[in-house]
């Protein structure tokens, strides 16, 4: 492609925002300079007050094949990336089948994807009873780090693990370097207070909340800190919701456990007192919970106590989410957003002040240090991948189906207005989104642990 240069008065780099000139050699980015030292001859796209963001990197994402393409798949959840200016991918081990738990499946996986992807990808392991010996195999072939459940994950092909079989597997764990991403819920709690709410109108969204008390949450981080202080292995909270753990979790970083923390948008946008009974788009594990709640999670963002915003994208077929029924203990409880998060995280940030050095940190830079690539993308900077998003701030629109881009058109976003529209995503130099158009064949990479 040789040298372009991208031209803006908001160009989102390491340093802050500035005016410039993003310059593209090929596939990577040679310099961010004054507009008015663009190289002589190099053709000039000039996009005004539209910001340019690097590419968002997404470390927690289902995308569900081979095995359930029906509920997602790399064709549309890429296409959704795409969309909503994200550039690389971390897929999750489960709701595949086979589950990412071994190469063999890890090589099912990689052909699945062959031709398909809009962006880039990449895969997690997956850690279940008794796959300890899988474990340096899979690091060996390219995997960027592990995924445990410790609570029964929804479907019967990924079992979740106890206190003794995380015991057994950390030492191959721990050898390999790689993160250990846990799902941090016990099921004691659960099961106490599904027991005691038996009789109760499972489509008052305040029964499901009920159904998973934050103790479920604290108990089980409770425990991986201690299990990370045995074994020194980096550990990963997966999509934090109880917002009462960030003291347990502030503590872990002053003794300088390896300790890294997400949230997604949903945490941070919904809030339980506005959601409808009935409502079981809004379904979610861990749940979300208050308004107070949600207030003090953006605190523990703003603090760095929570590293960074992904978005738990987790799709499935629509009657899985029960919609006549509005039952919420029979509902499929995930909520794809990959196509709006962005958005979703803009509108939010405004309100409390944030710019978009914030987002670029929370959604791209911190998310590709935590999936190893953080030399490459996450970054407007020299020698890195020519991965970004040309997005409008100011843009307000309301959110349709039409906008969704991924398989099945379920949001608890339809009928919102937010701010911050994607306009194009470039993917290494080459465009891959365009004004809700897809104007290249996928040319995404798999980015593989070195």
């Not at 050699?25 to 000039?46: H, L, S, W």
């Not at 995308?63 to 991918?89: K, Q």
């Given at each position: 492609?040789?040298?372009?240069?991208?031209?803006?008065?908001?160009?989102?780099?390491?340093?802050?925002?500035?005016?410039?000139?993003?310059?593209v050699?090929?596939?990577?980015?040679?310099?961010?300079?004054?507009a008015?030292?663009?190289?002589?001859?190099?053709?000039?796209?000039?996009?005004?007050?539209?910001?340019?963001?690097?590419?968002?990197?997404?470390?927690?994402?289902?995308?569900?094949?081979?095995?359930?393409?029906?509920?997602?798949?790399?064709?549309?959840?890429?296409?959704?990336?795409?969309?909503?200016?994200y550039?690389?991918?971390?897929?999750?081990p489960?709701?595949?089948?086979?589950?990412?738990?071994?190469?063999?499946?890890?090589?099912?996986?990689?052909?699945a994807?062959?031709g398909?992807?809009?962006?880039?990808?990449?895969?997690?392991?997956?850690?279940?009873?008794?796959?300890?010996h899988?474990?340096?195999?899979?690091?060996?072939?390219?995997?960027?780090?592990?995924?445990?459940?410790?609570?029964?994950p929804?479907?019967?092909?990924?079992?979740?693990?106890?206190?003794s079989d995380?015991?057994?597997?950390?030492?191959?764990?721990?050898?390999?370097?790689?993160?250990?991403?846990?799902?941090?819920?016990?099921?004691?709690?659960?099961?106490?207070?599904?027991?005691?709410?038996?009789?109760s109108?499972?489509?008052?969204?305040?029964?499901?909340l009920?159904?998973?008390?934050?103790?479920a949450?604290?108990s089980?981080?409770?425990?991986?800190?201690?299990?990370?202080?045995?074994?020194?292995f980096?550990?990963h909270?997966v999509?934090?919701?109880?917002a009462?753990?960030?003291?347990?979790?502030?503590?872990?970083?002053?003794?300088?456990?390896?300790?890294?923390?997400?949230?997604?948008?949903?945490?941070?946008?919904?809030?339980?007192e506005?959601?409808?009974?009935?409502?079981?788009?809004?379904?979610?594990?861990?749940p979300?919970?208050?308004?107070?709640?949600?207030?003090?999670?953006?605190?523990?963002?703003?603090?760095?106590?929570?590293?960074m915003?992904?978005?738990?994208?987790?799709?499935?077929p629509?009657?899985?989410?029960?919609?006549?029924?509005?039952?919420?203990?029979?509902?499929?409880?995930?909520?794809?957003?990959?196509?709006?998060?962005?958005?979703?995280?803009?509108?939010?940030?405004?309100?409390r002040?944030?710019?978009?050095?914030?987002?670029?940190?929370?959604?791209?830079?911190?998310?590709?240090?935590f999936?190893?690539?953080?030399?490459?993308?996450?970054?407007?900077?020299?020698g890195?991948?020519?991965?970004?998003?040309?997005?409008?701030?100011?843009?307000e629109?309301?959110?349709?189906?039409?906008?969704?881009?991924?398989?099945?058109?379920?949001?608890?976003?339809?009928?919102?207005?937010?701010?911050g529209?994607?306009?194009?995503?470039?993917?290494?130099?080459?465009?891959?989104?365009?004004?809700?158009?897809?104007?290249?064949?996928?040319?995404g990479r798999?980015?593989?642990?070195?």
């Amino acid at each position: 492609m040789g040298l372009q240069a991208f031209v803006s008065r908001q160009i989102v780099t390491p340093q802050g925002i500035r005016p410039g000139a993003l310059v593209v050699d090929g596939e990577k980015i040679q310099a961010v300079v004054p507009a008015e030292q663009t190289p002589a001859g190099a053709p000039r796209e000039d996009f005004g007050d539209l910001a340019l963001l690097p590419g968002l990197v997404d470390s927690h994402v289902h995308i569900n094949e081979p095995g359930r393409t029906g509920w997602e798949g790399f064709f549309t959840a890429t296409r959704a990336a795409a969309g909503g200016g994200y550039t690389m991918l971390v897929d999750m081990p489960l709701n595949c089948i086979p589950a990412t738990t071994d190469v063999s499946a890890l090589e099912a996986k990689r052909r699945a994807a062959a031709g398909q992807c809009h962006v880039d990808w990449a895969a997690w392991g997956g850690l279940v009873p008794g796959n300890h010996h899988d474990l340096q195999p899979l690091a060996d072939a390219g995997v960027l780090g592990f995924k445990c459940f410790l609570v029964h994950p929804g479907i019967d092909e990924f079992t979740m693990v106890n206190e003794s079989d995380l015991r057994a597997a950390l030492p191959h764990l721990a050898r390999s370097g790689l993160p250990l991403l846990v799902h941090a819920e016990l099921p004691g709690p659960i099961e106490a207070a599904e027991t005691q709410l038996r009789r109760s109108d499972w489509t008052r969204y305040s029964t499901y909340l009920a159904s998973r008390p934050e103790e479920a949450e604290l108990s089980a981080i409770r425990m991986m800190l201690s299990l990370c202080r045995e074994f020194h292995f980096p550990l990963h909270v997966v999509h934090l919701s109880a917002a009462s753990a960030l003291e347990k979790l502030r503590s872990a970083r002053a003794e300088n456990l390896p300790v890294t923390v997400e949230t997604c948008p949903h945490y941070l946008h919904l809030e339980a007192e506005s959601i409808p009974d009935g409502a079981t788009q809004c379904k979610c594990a861990p749940p979300v919970r208050n308004r107070d709640n949600r207030e003090q999670l953006w605190h523990g963002l703003r603090q760095g106590i929570i590293d960074m915003v992904v978005t738990d994208h987790s799709p499935c077929p629509p009657a899985m989410k029960r919609p006549d029924a509005g039952n919420f203990q029979e509902a499929w409880g995930g909520i794809p957003s990959l196509s709006t998060a962005l958005s979703v995280m803009w509108t939010e940030a405004l309100r409390r002040g944030h710019d978009l050095t914030d987002i670029a940190r929370w959604m791209a830079e911190k998310p590709a240090q935590f999936a190893g690539c953080g030399a490459r993308k996450g970054k407007l900077a020299p020698g890195y991948d020519a991965d970004f998003a040309v997005f409008d701030p100011q843009a307000e629109f309301t959110v349709t189906a039409n906008r969704l881009y991924y398989r099945h058109e379920i949001s608890p976003y339809l009928g919102e207005t937010l701010r911050g529209m994607v306009k194009r995503t470039y993917l290494r130099g080459q465009a891959v989104f365009c004004s809700g158009t897809f104007p290249v064949e996928p040319a995404g990479r798999e980015i593989r642990r070195n």
